[in-house]
């Protein structure tokens, strides 16, 4: 059974989330990579300069966004579900979870960890496992 590692990626509004991400998605090496976005906002940005960059097409399934809540805390099941979808799918070889530069990491690297426990059917065709956590910092915020 397939066990996917999911890589949550965190950081403030504006530091570089996104950049990386597309970064991660042009890889050269070959590696398939799903990319799930949160953005609070009635219009996913993240997702759309993603989608913009070419590096993911609208009939692409490898872009999940998750828009209008947190997935720390309101969209938590939808987080799980989507997940366990990925995983099923036996298509990705990494997950990448962009969360919303105002969302708390630690409930979302709970909400992952369960995810194996939770029941067969959110295990179907593999399991997942938190990888890392990667918190992208603006050089200038840093600064202060």
Do not use: W
């Amino acid at each position: 059974m397939k066990n996917t590692p999911i890589l949550l990626l965190t950081g403030y509004l504006g530091s570089g989330k996104t950049t990386l991400v597309n970064r991660i998605l042009a890889n050269r090496k070959g590696i398939k990579f799903a990319v799930i976005v949160n953005d609070i906002g009635e219009v996913n940005i993240d997702a759309d300069l993603i989608a913009k960059g070419g590096v993911v097409g609208k009939k692409d399934d490898s872009l999940v966004a998750l828009q209008n809540g947190c997935i720390c805390c309101t969209l938590k099941m939808d987080l799980v579900e989507q997940i366990a979808g990925l995983v099923e799918q036996q298509a990705f070889d990494y997950i990448v979870i962009e969360a919303s530069g105002i969302c708390e990491p630690a409930p979302i690297a709970q909400t992952i960890c369960s995810i194996p426990s939770l029941g067969p059917q959110f295990n179907r065709g593999g399991t997942c496992h938190l990888d890392s956590i990667v918190s992208v910092v603006d050089a200038l915020r840093l600064k202060d």
